[in-house]
């Protein structure tokens, strides 16, 4: 396996290479991925790339490579490694030198948080407050940046809507998870209902918050899930 990580690295250089490790019937498998980026140093994986190899198989490692002779890993890679909950294996190139970056879950208060896609966002807003609630919903993937632009459906296609939660139609229940569609055509926000009209979230530029849904938020509600230690996987 290594050689064919070694060999897709040398294909895409001088751009970093990126792909996942999955496990098919008991065996590693290496599953290589586009690169999205613009930059040369730095990779965003091709989302239906990433969720075919997750259809095929149990993903148990990100990896990319750095280029230069270095696999420290970056800001961005301790932070999306954090996020997704998933090793991060960075290879230096051409040296092949393997780092492996193991997850830890930062412990952040839920409100007044400041505003970073893909690290502290409404996404992990909504995980997080759950997990408060002793409720554990599966890690995140990593979602493309304005991926409802681009014909991408994350939470009703990838994640909410296929965790087992049951859909219900009006949020009557602490802890249901709402879906919001605001001004696009497929949803791009997600929150949590505490009652009483209340909901908490983390929308972009702005810190984290308990809002009210009514008036402005209730117009774009689009999906309510409901989960519990029973419903999940």
Not at 26 to 31: A, E, L, M, T, Y
Not at 194 to 199: T, V
Request: a negative charge; one cysteine or more; glycine letters at 6%.
């Amino acid at each position: 396996m290594i050689f064919e990580i070694y060999e897709h690295f040398k294909a895409e250089y001088p751009r970093e290479g990126c792909g996942v490790i999955g496990v098919v019937k008991g065996r590693k498998k290496w599953f290589p991925c586009k690169n999205l980026a613009e930059n040369n140093q730095s990779f965003i994986m091709d989302s239906k790339d990433y969720f075919e190899a997750k259809k095929r198989s149990d993903i148990i490692a990100i990896v990319h490579n750095h280029l230069q002779g270095s696999n420290e890993p970056s800001q961005i890679d301790i932070n999306n490694c954090n996020a997704m909950q998933i090793p991060y294996h960075i290879y230096s190139y051409p040296e092949m030198e393997l780092n492996i970056l193991e997850p830890t879950k930062n412990s952040t208060k839920l409100i007044g948080r400041e505003y970073e896609f893909g690290v502290s966002d409404c996404f992990e807003a909504m995980r997080d407050y759950l997990a408060e609630q002793q409720i554990y919903l599966p890690p995140r993937i990593l979602f493309e940046e304005n991926w409802y632009n681009k014909g991408l459906n994350y939470f009703e296609d990838e994640v909410i809507s296929q965790w087992g939660g049951v859909k219900i139609n009006t949020p009557s229940q602490k802890n249901d998870v709402l879906i919001f569609t605001v001004q696009e055509s497929v949803p791009n926000h997600c929150g949590v209902y505490l009652g009483k009209d209340l909901f908490y979230h983390h929308a972009i530029n702005r810190l984290s918050c308990r809002e009210h849904l009514y008036p402005f938020w209730i117009k774009y509600l689009t999906g309510v899930y409901r989960y519990d230690e029973n419903s999940l996987f």
